[in-house]
């Protein structure tokens, strides 16, 4: 069983920074795919941003390309997401998942990831 577990949510002015975690935990072997999705309320849930941990590849929204940074730190079973240069358009839940088979990392839907946190809040004032 896997489980996430995210941290690191708040409220800033926009313009300012935050860093999401989420640590990881249980049993996972080979490849797998992290990824970073936010809901806003009344909205769909997407994908921000997602790692792939077998070929280190990252993938980001439009949206949030140049502004936002997936990493992880394999020693801290942690995943980030550096959040810069926030919008109010930026304000959701943001959520950590990971999926152990995959297709395409960087497009899977949300609906094929089967482990997710609690998720965060991010609110972005103007």
């Known amino acids: 069983q896997v489980q996430l577990l995210e941290s690191g949510g708040g409220s800033v002015q926009a313009g300012g920074s935050l860093r999401l975690s989420c640590v990881v935990s249980g049993y996972i072997t080979g490849s797998y795919c992290l990824g970073w999705f936010r809901q806003a309320p009344g909205k769909e849930r997407e994908g921000v941003a997602r790692f792939n941990t077998g070929s280190s590849r990252t993938f980001y929204a439009d949206s949030v390309k140049g502004r936002f940074t997936i990493s992880q730190d394999n020693a801290k079973n942690t995943l980030y997401l550096q959040l810069n240069r926030l919008k109010p358009e930026d304000t959701a839940v943001y959520y950590c998942?990971?999926?152990?088979?995959?297709?395409?990392?960087?497009?899977?839907?949300?609906?094929?990831?089967?482990?997710w946190g609690q998720g965060t809040q991010v609110t972005v004032s103007s």
């Open positions: 998942a990971a999926v152990t088979t995959f297709y395409d990392c960087a497009t899977d839907p949300p609906t094929t990831f089967p482990y």
